[in-house]
């Protein structure tokens, strides 16, 4: 997600707090992938790592 996305207000609540969700990848807690972006106020949410591996997938074809 591009700086100017995570500036933007949200289009259902108008709120500009958001909060990257991670998904823990082993039991030690070291490393980490982005789960989504969820705005604070509503949970609208803006990206998920579903969304954004389609993308480079229909990019690649």
Known sequence: MKLEQLLAKCPKC???DKTVQRKILDEHR???EMKAV???ECGHIFEEKDEKE?????LKE
Do not use: F, I, L, R
């Open 14 to 16: 108008g709120s500009q």
């Open 30 to 32: 070291a490393h980490s």
């Open 38 to 40: 969820v705005c604070d």
């Open 54 to 58: 389609n993308k480079k997938e229909e």
